[in-house]
């Protein structure tokens, strides 16, 4: 049975627990794992690591990077998450749980910066390079064995080593036959993990698992399954077709295919953005629309920022609030022609906005770009709107003075209302 350390990257047909050649006991030995090609790359909480790297002195802290007490965690170290701390959760309840933490505001642009550091490592194993998040992606290495001298296995186990020498931070690794599978994988053994899972082994490994451990199944789908008598993959896998259709529609074969394992979707470097957003959290809650108005046009122009730089325009506007009960209310609309003007994005929400500010006081306002059109086909004007391209112009002006003085060098009036927490 072949079996590789992961610290040396010594391997061999044989099984071996503790490295011949180097003594480590982190080793990987499975019959698999050197015919294996897909796998799912998924750094260790990424933005706490970066900033644990660019500040030794909380390495022994627990760390959660997210904004104030109001907003949400948006990431913890394994310090923290050991006393209950997790992503996306209310920075007053990760507080409570875990009171000594060194709470750090979220720095994107360095998160993104060693983001693309990563995947450029990525994109040096295999052309097959699937971003999923800006720390997370899909590999797919059939064929470049011969390229890099060594199984898929092997040069993946070379990259985790390179990341951490080189940009200072760990990635877990999960190699399977499928994306679901390596996707699985790469959860079962984090932080700076390595974990296998064969085509043959998959069904079996995943029966006695909850069905809420599929990827796409959330609380709510979980629920509804466990009423309908379902709370084992197995139990799921063992549904044919027909009777999945039958009993929860279109998407029920599908269901019960991931349930035994099977994903034939294959790793598309070209996967397009399908939306780009932008939202903040008040650190107090807003009900009066006047007010509400002040974040959505820096959230509008935000968004115009973000489109730029994906080479991208709105061809439709979504509006997301959440209540003070964390609520989540959403309106959509389409735009006469694509946009990435930030007056064009806040024309199109604030009727949306006046029509749910109705004394409901909201912790969080929110935009997004959906769907997406290229950048060509943004504000070139028409009968309808002559002026569309100067006013492009005249935003293209304002981000070269930003961009050269800072984003306060121009700022609009209905930008400065007080209480910024974005």
């Given at each position: ?212 451990l599929l990827p796409g199944v959330g609380p709510a ?202």
């Amino acid at each position: 049975m072949p079996s590789l350390c992961r610290d040396c990257l010594h391997h061999a047909a044989q099984p071996f627990g503790r490295c011949p050649a180097c003594g480590s006991r982190r080793t990987v030995t499975h019959p698999d794992l050197f015919h294996l090609t897909v796998a799912h790359v998924d750094c260790d909480a990424f933005y706490a690591s970066v900033e644990k790297r660019d500040r030794p002195e909380l390495l022994t802290k627990p760390v959660i990077v997210g904004g104030g007490k109001r907003g949400v965690v948006a990431a913890a170290c394994y310090l923290a998450r050991t006393r209950g701390v997790r992503s996306a959760m209310p920075m007053f309840k990760a507080l409570a749980a875990c009171p000594d933490a060194v709470v750090i505001k979220p720095e994107m642009a360095k998160y993104v910066r060693e983001g693309r550091r990563i995947r450029a490592l990525m994109e040096a194993l295999t052309p097959l390079v699937q971003p999923l998040s800006i720390d997370e992606a899909v590999l797919d290495l059939t064929g470049t064995e011969a390229l890099h001298g060594a199984p898929p296995s092997v040069v993946l186990a070379r990259f985790a080593r390179q990341v951490e020498k080189e940009v200072g931070v760990t990635v877990s690794i999960g190699l399977a036959a499928n994306r679901l599978m390596a996707k699985l994988a790469a959860e079962r053994d984090k932080p700076r993990g390595f974990a296998v899972i064969g085509a043959d082994e998959a069904a079996g490994w995943l029966a006695p698992q909850p069905v809420s451990l599929l990827p796409g199944v959330g609380p709510a789908m979980a629920k509804r399954l466990q009423g309908a008598g379902f709370s084992t993959l197995g139990q799921l896998a063992a549904l044919s077709p027909r009777e999945a259709m039958q009993r929860f529609g279109e998407d029920g074969p599908s269901l019960a295919a991931r349930a035994r394992g099977e994903d034939d979707r294959p790793v598309n470097p070209d996967r397009e953005t399908k939306s780009i957003s932008a939202e903040t959290t008040f650190e107090a809650d807003i009900a009066a629309r006047e007010a509400l108005e002040a974040p959505l046009w820096r959230m509008c122009e935000k968004l115009a920022r973000r489109l730029k730089e994906k080479d991208l325009a709105a061809a439709g506007v979504t509006l997301k609030l959440k209540t003070a009960s964390f609520a989540t209310r959403t309106r959509a609309t389409r735009l006469p022609q694509p946009t990435r003007l930030p007056d064009v994005l806040f024309a199109a929400a604030r009727p949306m906005l006046a029509k749910e500010a109705d004394g409901t006081a909201f912790r969080l306002i929110g935009i997004g770009a959906q769907p997406l059109a290229p950048a060509a086909e943004a504000d070139r004007g028409d009968l309808a709107d002559p002026e569309a391209p100067k006013r492009a112009a005249r935003w293209a002006a304002v981000e070269a003075l930003r961009a050269r003085f800072g984003d306060d060098a121009v700022v609009k009036g209905r930008g400065l209302k007080k209480g910024r927490s974005e």
